[in-house]
């Protein structure tokens, strides 16, 4: 669909040139006669872009570019001044127009300005739209979390995200640490520099350390030409390590250095960078045990473990599943529900894979489920066998039992398994939280 230009110009001769040559090219053309014309008809015609005289009788240029870009703030605007009037020009742009041209012109020179400046303000939609979905994605408003775990989170990540402390977040895969780790940083003062993030278990040693500190020509076969590190790219910003407990003994020592003296070399160079860089590291091992073991740096691990986040696996967190769940529905199917019964298995399953995992599968039953409502069935095998009694092992005895007092035995070792927490043994037993309670207070349970 051609784009359509809307011309604004008390001269009836240049709006007739600048009509014939815009047609010429394919585009689309309104006409205005004036300023208060313009902005009567512009909300009627929606131009994609405004080609508009600066001088005009009545409403002037400036007083209709602001006006215009009331009611259509990225819209892209050509302002039309007099030839050699180096002011009225600096006055448009200073005014939000997108370019300026001076008259006379030639029909090549309007229809590359036209070109440009529809391609300028296609980019800048974009971008608008690209930052939106970020802030609406890295927002701590936007990580979904009602459990008093999460609130905690939430609580630590506004609190620490202005200081430049080295942050280190635990957690098992798809928790959501690098989900974390993007709220520190669009909620730091460095919000407007670059957040760099690198996998290091995604590397062999070598490869991993010409990432993180760059190389310079001829530093070893292959490098044709020099390269930044993404320390380098992340100067003035933060740089997110995801599994740094992955990264070699060798690789540590570098780390180490930068994290103390905030400078480093390049493979293969001799000229000292200096950066400033927070670094926000994730690991799903336990970097104090890796120290007994041997395999992590002690000295290194105090210098990342300044601000520990534990990131809870979501069994730990189940009264979270609903508005997870709740959230992915509407991010896949918003026309579509889940049934009380899938909804249970959802809630009864210990998501071995996390959040990740929740999402997955709701993304995978939303498509595979032609209903409205995705009931039980939908789900996959091992979430519809979350509720499957395991009778294995279990023998009545020839006396017979109690089952007051079996129940009670059930309830003080789920109790004790999942080291009192109440939602998680209820998930145990099968239960709700509720019927736990109820019964916790029935037997006189206390541990």
């Known amino acids: 669909m051609a784009s359509t230009v809307m011309v604004i110009d008390d001269e009836k001769n240049m709006r007739f040139v600048v009509r014939r040559a815009l047609k010429a090219a394919g585009y689309e053309t309104v006409e205005a ?23 005009m009788p009545g409403i002037d240029g400036i007083t209709t570019l602001v006006e215009i870009r009331k009611l259509k703030p990225d819209i892209p605007v050509i302002m039309l001044t007099a030839h050699g009037n180096v002011e009225d020009a600096v006055d448009a742009m200073k005014a939000g127009a997108t370019d300026y041209m001076t008259k006379p012109f030639d029909v090549d020179e309007l229809r590359l300005a ?10 800048e939609r974009q971008v608008d739209y690209l930052k939106g979905e970020l802030d609406r994605q890295y927002d701590t408003s936007g990580i979904i979390g009602e459990s008093q775990q999460m609130q905690e989170i939430l609580e630590t990540v506004a609190q620490v995200a202005g200081a430049d402390a080295t942050v280190i977040i635990y957690g098992e895969s798809g928790t959501g640490k690098e989900l974390i780790a993007k709220a520190l940083h669009e909620q730091s003062a460095r919000a407007d520099g670059p957040f760099i993030q690198l996998s290091c278990a995604a590397l062999p040693e070598t490869l991993l350390e010409s990432e993180l500190f760059g190389y310079e020509k001829g530093a070893f076969t292959g490098a044709v030409t020099s390269k930044p590190g993404r320390f380098e790219l992340a100067d003035g910003g933060s740089l997110f390590l995801d599994e740094i407990g992955e990264i070699s003994p060798a690789v540590q020592v570098k780390l180490l250095r930068v994290l103390e003296q905030r400078s480093f070399e390049r493979l293969g160079g001799s000229k000292t960078i200096e950066v400033d860089v927070r670094l926000i590291g994730a690991t799903n091992r336990e970097l104090a045990a890796m120290i007994k073991e041997g395999t992590f740096r002690e000295d290194l691990y105090y210098r990342l473990n300044v601000i520990p986040i534990n990131m809870p696996p979501l069994r730990e967190r189940r009264g979270d599943i609903r508005i997870l769940s709740e959230h992915f529905m509407k991010r896949y199917a918003p026309g579509k529900q889940l049934s009380g019964e899938a909804m249970r298995l959802l809630e009864s399953y210990h998501w071995p894979g996390n959040v990740r995992e929740l999402q997955n599968t709701i993304e995978r039953s939303t498509i595979l489920c032609r209903a409205d409502v995705i009931d039980a069935d939908d789900l996959p095998e091992e979430v519809k066998s979350a509720l499957e009694p395991s009778t294995a092992g279990i023998r009545l005895p020839a006396e017979g039992v109690e089952m007051g007092a079996v129940e009670r035995e059930l309830i003080i070792q789920a109790l004790q398994r999942t080291g009192g927490n109440r939602t998680r043994a209820a998930a145990l037993l099968g239960i709700s939280r509720h019927t736990l309670l109820y019964r916790i207070d029935k037997y006189s349970i206390s541990l």
């Open 33 to 55: 006669a004036s300023g208060e014309e313009a902005l009567e008809s512009f909300s009627r015609e929606s131009p994609d872009l405004v080609m508009l005289d600066q001088r």
């Open 114 to 123: 036209v070109e440009k400046a529809l391609r300028i303000g296609s980019l």
